[in-house]
């Protein structure tokens, strides 16, 4: 049997892990492209992340992304790494190599960016200050991937200071930490905010910010998808800012991933888009 014909699975490791929609983009893909496969979901408690990574080879998997809490954790398990899943210091997605060895890679960057340039085709990371709301894996892919396309000026906040002042090393003649205490002020003249925490996400309390310093021709940006809308986005879409989810996010950084593991470059459809909206 040729290697197109072989039964490829993949799926999505977390815990929790079924509020994840990636199940639904990938199968809609294998579908499309008329594929031998199936992704899922792979619930998988903190204790249990070595022996479940470990068997994926011994399973066949073609691979899988990982989710919270285990990006940190996968990342030391993994035989090779991608400079950027090195940079970024956390992984997102393993793929088997034949021979069995794992490799990590991080997509998120480049799904965050592609998903900026998809609602404004020429937006570019030098057009003014970028202020970002937290600081774990979500941000440092986000913060290195603004880096990457030029930002002259990233206002970095979080509540612990110290981990602002870690991601910050990154380039400190960037990026600049500012005190929570300072958040609301830290958005004169900002050109975009972006909250990569978890407030405003589906039971949990709403981002504690006022807008009246943003501009309104700056770009909202909020890395959570469940809700499609948070309270930060209505409010910033109220006051005329031009605002995107991360569902963006999500549909672009499958890409490389799909592509690695069952060997097509798929496509981001209004038939996926609309497929994946149907479940909320």
């Not at 892990?17 to 639904?24: A, D, G, M």
């Not at 809609?28 to 479940?52: D, S, T």
């Not at 570019?124 to 970002?132: N, Q």
């Amino acid at each position: 049997m040729s290697e197109s014909q072989q039964f490829k699975l993949a799926g999505v490791m977390g815990m929790p892990v079924f509020q994840s929609r990636s199940p639904i983009l990938h199968n809609y893909w294998i579908r499309k492209y008329g594929l031998r496969g199936a992704y899922g979901h792979f619930p998988v408690q903190v204790e249990n992340i070595e022996a479940a990574i470990r068997g994926l080879s011994a399973l066949g998997i073609a691979g899988c992304n990982i989710t919270q809490p285990h990006k940190l954790m996968a990342m030391k398990l993994m035989d090779k790494l991608s400079p950027m899943a090195e940079r970024i210091g956390a992984i997102n997605c393993i793929v088997v190599q034949p021979d069995g060895a794992l490799h990590g890679f991080n997509n998120d960057g480049f799904g965050y960016i592609q998903s900026l340039k998809d609602i404004q085709p020429h937006w570019r990371a030098d057009a003014g200050p970028i202020t970002v709301l937290g600081c774990g894996g979500g941000a440092r892919a986000v913060v290195i991937s603004l880096l990457d396309e030029g930002a002259q000026e990233i206002r970095l906040i979080n509540r612990t200071r110290a981990k602002a002042e870690e991601l910050s090393a990154a380039n400190p003649a960037v990026v600049k930490v500012f005190d929570w205490s300072e958040r609301h002020a830290a958005l004169d003249g900002a050109a975009m905010l972006v909250n990569t925490t978890n407030q405003g996400m589906y039971g949990q309390p709403a981002l504690d910010i006022q807008l009246d310093a943003l501009p309104t021709s700056a770009l909202v940006s909020d890395l959570i998808y469940i809700p499609l809308e948070t309270p930060l986005l209505a409010a910033a879409r109220t006051r005329g800012n031009v605002t995107t989810n991360g569902l963006g996010m999500l549909l672009n950084q499958a890409i490389p991933a799909f592509e690695a593991w069952f060997g097509v470059k798929p496509e981001i459809t209004d038939e996926l888009r609309q497929a994946i909206l149907a479940t909320f």
